[in-house]
Every structure is written in structure tokens, then in C-alpha cells.
């Protein structure tokens, strides 16, 4: 702002001598005439010295025109800029791709412990697909925690359009400008004011492994990874359903399936 006042304050000044000629001009002055002359000599001064106020006014109202553009493109320039600094980030699981709207932070494979196994990490993660390495010793050794690929062990009907039992599953980093986003269990659209990101079916280990990770939510119209099909039973989604006891029945049924939403805001 500062440096816009730099630029343009000689304009306002002049606009504010403007201003000032003006009032001069019409405000009412005792003068003294000894001729008709001299009264239409001073009325054509008077004439000569407003044209040339008003031509000058006018350019000083160009000038405004274009200095209230330049404001008005620095403002939107610096809320693109606020919308690029600001903004949160989620995994959409199951897919190579975010919502329209969302910025590509990176694609790549869903990944996590394996089933079976009681120790290592209990969060499913996002894996890039482009992996860089810092040190490394080749092979599996003693003492190491393990990570595996994700595949779906679920039924197609009547939750999924088309086949995706045993398929291997990809997942997207996304960035939405908003800066809030927000995974809601057992909801399949967003609460008001709330933005939908994208929405599909809970999912996690099952309870019938002695091992545990975390919810997800897996869209509702998965990816899969080329040759993926394998059954492979490594770090397993499974699909979610509500118990009745301590959760209250209603609203929940037991034994339904709990969707899952992703809203910003």
C-alpha cells in the first residue's frame, strides 16, 4: 500500500488542488470592475482557468480508475496466494486421483502392517510411487518392522458398482484450499456449510484378526492397481459394521454397514 501512495500520491495532491481551484472559482469574491471590459476580460479568465481545472480533473479521475484496478488485482492476487499458503490435507483411499477442486500432492499404493502380525505400525499409510532412498541394506533382516500392500477382502453387493474383492488398492494425497477437512464416520454426505471432498464405505482390520489399525474411508468407486487381483492376504480392508450395547441402537442398526464422508470447510 505503501508503495501505491508512492506512485500515485502526486495524482491525489493535484486532485486535492483540483478541488481547491474549483471551490476558489465558485465561491463568491467581492471584485471591483472599472469597465465592461475588464468584467468580460476576467470572465474569460475565469472561463479559460475551469476548462483547464476540469481537463485536469479528469485525468486524475483516469488516474483513480486505473489505481482502483490495480488495488482491486492485488487483492484477488493476494487471496490466490493466502489460498496456496493456507488449505489441509487428506489420503483419499482407493483412488489415483482427488476430487475436482483438490491440488495432486501425490498418488501411490495403500500400505500397512500385516494382518497377522502383533507388532510393527497400527496406521495404514500412503506409500508414494516414486520412493527415494537414504541409506539402505538390501534384504529382510532381523529386528525390522514390516510393511505390506493393501487389498480389499470385502463383498461387491450391495455396496460396491462393479468387483472389488481381493484387489490391491491405490490411494491420492490431496490438498483442498479449505482449512479444514474432516473424515465423518457413518455419514455419507456432508453436515451444512461443510464441502464434500469424497465419500465411500469405513474400513479396517477385522475383528476376527488379533491385530489393529486404523479406520479408513474407501471411496465408494475404488481404483485398483494393475495386477493387483492376486489374493495375496497381506494388510487387509475389511468393511465396518455398528454393535449395539454401549453404541445406542437406534439411530445405529446392528450389523449395518457404516458409510464414511470426507468434508472441508
Known amino acids: ?59 486524475v479521475l483516469s488516474e483513480v480508475t486505473v489505481l482502483k484496478k490495480e488495488i482491486n488485482s492485488i487483492g484477488s492476487t493476494q487471496q490466490s496466494f493466502s489460498n496456496k499458503l493456507s488449505g489441509s490435507v487428506y489420503v483419499r483411499w482407493g483412488k489415483k486421483t482427488c476430487p ?79 482449512s479444514t477437512t474432516l473424515m465423518i464416520p457413518a455419514r455419507k454426505d456432508c453436515y451444512p456449510v461443510w464441502t464434500l471432498e469424497y465419500s465411500g464405505y469405513l474400513v479396517s482390520a477385522s475383528s476376527n484378526h488379533h491385530v489393529s489399525y486404523n479406520h479408513a474411508c474407501l471411496d465408494a468407486q475404488p481404483d485398483f492397481l494393475d495386477h493387483g487381483s492376486a489374493n495375496d492376504n497381506e494388510h487387509i480392508f475389511h468393511l465396518v459394521e455398528g454393535h449395539c450395547g454401549s453404541l445406542p441402537c437406534p439411530p445405529y442398526v446392528a450389523g449395518r454397514e457404516l458409510t464414511c464422508v470426507v468434508c472441508s470447510k
Open 1 to 59: 500500500m505503501e508503495m501505491l501512495l508512492l506512485k500515485y500520491g502526486h495524482h491525489l495532491l493535484l486532485a486535492f488542488c483540483a478541488v481547491q481551484v474549483i471551490s476558489a472559482v465558485e465561491k463568491p469574491t467581492r471584485m471591483l470592475f472599472h469597465s465592461e471590459g475588464d468584467m468580460a476580460a476576467e470572465l474569460i479568465r475565469l472561463r479559460a482557468e475551469l476548462a483547464n481545472t476540469t481537463q485536469q480533473l479528469g485525468a
Open 100 to 178: 475436482n477442486g483438490a491440488e495432486m500432492v501425490y498418488h501411490g499404493y495403500s500400505g500397512g502392517k500385516l494382518y497377522t502380525d502383533q507388532g510393527s505400525g497400527s496406521d495404514s499409510l500412503c506409500l508414494p510411487s516414486d520412493p527415494t532412498w537414504g541409506h539402505y541394506v538390501d534384504g529382510y533382516q532381523d529386528y525390522r518392522a514390516a510393511i505390506y500392500g493393501t487389498e480389499t477382502d470385502m463383498p461387491t453387493h450391495p455396496f460396491f458398482k462393479y468387483e472389488v474383492n481381493q484387489q490391491d488398492m491405490p490411494c491420492a494425497v490431496c490438498k483442498s484450499n479449505r
